[in-house]
């Protein structure tokens, strides 16, 4: 934008107009009419699976073939060391895609994590503890930490899926009202930790099962054996929650806020103060009580896993990588949502008795029914690819072609970041967005010599950063309507210009510290994880 819209209020419609035509606005209005003309994601996947069905064939034909870059005698490699595309456009390749299409489906890796730690986190959604958790971080909170207590909040609400987006922005629009500041700004600092922040937390959520099972998959058609845990990338992402929470804090009171100047608009809706009250005092026993219970669980895993000897450690190497803990992790994450959710449920009379457990279990279950259709074409689609072998001739081709201009040093990551934040743009499921671009890049990186864990830890930054100025991304068009609440009329430019600053600083810090996490200090970015990759 330029320079005169510094000197035109930001809720005056001067200013949106100058929105309007600022260059980067201009390219998102570009990239979300593009958008829009892209079909469903799960339309998309089954088109894609028509695609690798005519490419193979055509592919087949002509005998396409590279040369096997693993060493002479390894798991999967032709004795005459080459890859060969095989056809499924042919009476082989209908038997396979016939006799297979359930078993690719019930043996997706993902479906099965996802659905298990939803099943505990519904239990805890239902009772109303994450709700009431978020509610007492939050009110909580000292006026001076307030915009840091947001966005922190906004990314460890990651683990409860929507509860973020819906329950926690509305709120933190209202609590900046309430002290007197822009309640655009409040919006924008939870909208950055709940979306921007997406990938960060201290926990381990749903989405960790839901990624490393699509990079294990990806990983294994170059490497048969490799194992990717849902853990792998845990240590960075702990770290990286602070880092998001004090650059989201940072923008919000030094860039963000002051451009929105004093608010003068009309008050929101009474419905959002009235649902947003503090925390009460039967809620607070709850909460007490469910802390208790996480403390219990907390002290039996460790007891479980740190002695010498412990159950939960490898019975082989006596070590906590490639353990039953970690190769268990989603039992464990069902575990510490379903008994503190049960026990606050108790508490505060929202759980009552079996059935309003097994009815908060199953209204989790009844919100993923389209999670569930896109699997199943998303399954189809990754074993299309791994049967055609498509995906590791793209892969030797793109390293070949790497390794010809001299681009496999460290520098590689930020174009993929780069990359995968402009995917984003365009197709705003995180999962979607992987299950398509994870067979090409991760094997075409381990190729040149990146391990699957690193890989996926440059992606979900990536992922997340560019998830507040799309209008891709499932949840904007809420958090418009929301801030209509305070700013009436306002437009998508205007949004996307009061998140832009989040984007652009969270790529920039991110990215720096991702470089040097993994390259500067060499640190693993989980548990077990490795940096580079040796066949």
Not at 43 to 60: P, Q, W
Not at 238 to 252: D, K, P, Y
Request: proline residues 5%; charged residues 10%.
């Amino acid at each position: 934008m330029s320079s005169k819209s510094n000197d035109i209020p930001v809720n005056s419609p001067q200013a949106d107009d100058m929105s309007s035509r600022g260059w980067f606005v201009r390219f998102l209005n570009i990239v979300e009419r593009l958008g829009n003309l892209l079909p469903h994601p799960i339309t998309l996947f089954a088109l894609f699976c028509v695609a690798v069905i005519l490419v193979s064939g055509i592919a087949g034909y002509f005998g396409l073939t590279v040369t096997d870059p693993r060493p002479e005698g390894a798991h999967g490699r032709g004795a005459d060391g080459l890859i060969h595309v095989v056809s499924l456009m042919n009476a082989e390749g209908l038997r396979m895609i016939v006799s297979n299409l359930v078993t690719n489906f019930t043996g997706f890796t993902p479906l099965g994590t996802v659905l298990v730690a939803l099943l505990g986190v519904g239990i805890a959604e239902r009772s109303g503890l994450l709700s009431a958790a978020m509610r007492a971080l939050v009110m909580g909170a000292s006026k001076r930490l307030v915009t840091l207590t947001i966005v922190f909040a906004g990314i460890m609400s990651n683990t409860a899926a929507e509860l973020g987006y819906v329950v926690l922005i509305p709120m933190a629009a209202m609590i900046f009202h309430s002290l007197g500041r822009h309640p655009l700004a409040g919006l924008a600092a939870a909208f950055a930790g709940v979306s921007g922040g997406y990938s960060a937390n201290l926990l381990l959520g749903t989405v960790d099962p839901l990624l490393s099972g699509i990079t294990e998959a990806a990983a294994r058609m170059i490497d048969p054996d490799y194992n990717v845990g849902p853990e792998v990338n845990w240590y960075f992402m702990f770290v990286s929650t602070f880092v998001i929470t004090f650059l989201g804090a940072f923008v919000t009171e030094k860039i963000v806020e002051p451009k929105l100047g004093k608010y003068q608009g009309d008050d929101a809706d009474e419905t959002v103060h009235q649902s947003m009250g503090n925390v009460t005092e039967p809620e607070k026993r709850g909460l007490k009580w469910a802390g208790l219970s996480m403390l219990v669980l907390a002290v039996f895993l460790a007891l479980s896993v740190v002695p010498e000897g412990a159950p939960l450690r490898d019975p082989k190497t006596g070590l906590v990588s490639g353990s039953p803990f970690l190769k268990g992790i989603v039992a464990f994450i069902f575990i510490c949502f379903a008994i503190p959710g049960f026990v606050y449920g108790k508490v505060v009379g929202s759980i009552k008795n079996d059935k309003d457990v097994i009815n908060a279990m199953s209204h989790s279950m009844s919100t993923m029914g389209l999670y569930i259709v896109l699997v199943f074409f998303a399954a189809q689609f990754v074993a299309f690819f791994n049967w055609s072998n498509l995906g590791a001739v793209l892969a030797v081709l793109g390293a070949d072609a790497l390794q010809s201009i001299g681009l496999t040093g460290p520098i590689l990551f930020l174009f993929f970041i780069m990359l995968c934040g402009f995917i984003n743009l365009m197709l705003g499921s995180a999962s979607a967005q992987w299950a398509i671009t994870a067979p090409i890049f991760v094997p075409m990186l381990m190729l040149v010599g990146y391990a699957p864990e690193t890989i996926q830890a440059a992606y979900r930054i990536g992922d997340s950063v560019t998830n507040l100025v799309t209008p891709m991304m499932s949840y904007f068009g809420l958090i418009l309507a929301v801030a209509c609440r305070y700013q009436k009329n306002l437009g998508i430019g205007t949004l996307i210009a009061t998140m832009l600053p989040y984007t652009l600083v969270f790529f920039v810090g991110w990215t720096a510290f991702f470089f040097l996490w993994v390259f500067g200090f060499g640190l693993p970015v989980g548990p077990g994880a490795a940096t580079y990759y040796t066949s």
